[in-house]
């Protein structure tokens, strides 16, 4: 059974730096390219940074501009996306997701995934 869990999120004033981690489990970590998501309050949810399965490709939303950092050690089935300079507009659910991959791309669909975990919420304040 694949789990991710999420951690990390919290309420942190605007300019703060927010660390996010998903730990997987029931799935072999290196056959599976990662991607984090996020669900603002009475939005659709969107994509915001992929990784493939070894970590030497990455690619961001455009609202990231540099802010979030996309890692992942696969010693320790964990996905990380580090978040500085946050603003009051990334106040959301972040969701962590997985979809298997054999190619070594990522992906940036929501679609494209197959598990996902239970979200850990971010609020920023101004």
């Known amino acids: 059974q694949v789990q991710l869990v999420e951690s990390g999120g919290g309420l942190v004033q605007a300019g703060d730096s927010v660390r996010l981690s998903c730990v997987a489990s029931g799935l072999t970590f290196t056959t599976y390219a990662m991607g984090w998501f996020r669900q603002a309050p009475g939005k659709e949810r969107e994509f915001a940074a992929a990784i493939n399965w070894s970590g030497d490709e990455i690619f961001y939303a455009d609202f990231v501009k540099g802010r979030f950092t996309i890692s992942r050690d696969n010693a320790k089935n964990t996905v990380y996306l580090e978040m500085n300079s946050v603003k009051p507009e990334d106040t959301a659910d972040y969701y962590c997701?997985?979809?298997?991959?054999?190619?070594?791309?990522?992906?940036?669909?929501?679609?494209?995934?197959?598990?996902w975990g239970q979200g850990t919420q971010v609020t920023v304040s101004s």
């Open positions: 997701e997985a979809t298997e991959d054999y190619s070594g791309t990522y992906y940036v669909g929501l679609y494209d995934y197959d598990y």
